[in-house]
Nanobody, 121 residues
Framework: QVQLVESGGGLVQAGESLALSCKAS????????MGWYRQAPGKQLESVAN???????NYADSVKGRFTISRDNAKNTVYLQMNSLKPEDTAVYIC???????????????WGQGTQVTVSS
């Protein structure tokens, strides 16, 4: 059993910053890639950023230069630092990780519950 628990969502004004965290817990053998998706009402699920186990990051063009993804492998946690937030960033942000567990040692994706980020103008 693996659970991804997110925190840090909230309401901020445009131009402000917000930091998200997502911690994986359970019978974890290994966590490979970790990342963040988002979904706004009426829009498709969008990949925001992801980070490999090695630490190599990747960003959507819409957030490049504003968001920073990082991870702490010892804490099984991935972070998303969001700066210069825009109203267009408003969405439910969902954590994702590829995890191998003792019960299922082949990697499969796990998802968090989602956390609401609202950016007002």
């Amino acid at each position: 059993q693996v659970q991804l628990v997110e925190s840090g969502g909230g309401l901020v004004q445009a131009g402000e910053s917000l930091a998200l965290s997502c911690k994986a817990s359970g019978s974890i053998i290994k966590i490979n890639g970790m990342g963040w998706y988002r979904q706004a009402p009426g829009k498709q699920l969008e990949s925001v950023a992801n980070i490999a186990a090695s630490g190599t990051p990747n960003y959507a063009d819409s957030v490049k230069g504003r968001f920073t993804i990082s991870r702490d492998n010892a804490k099984n946690t991935v972070y998303l630092q969001m700066n210069s937030l825009k109203p267009e960033d408003t969405a439910v942000y969902i954590c994702n990780a590829g995890i191998a567990t003792y019960g299922s040692p082949w990697e499969r994706p796990y998802w968090g519950q989602g956390t609401q980020v609202t950016v007002s103008s």
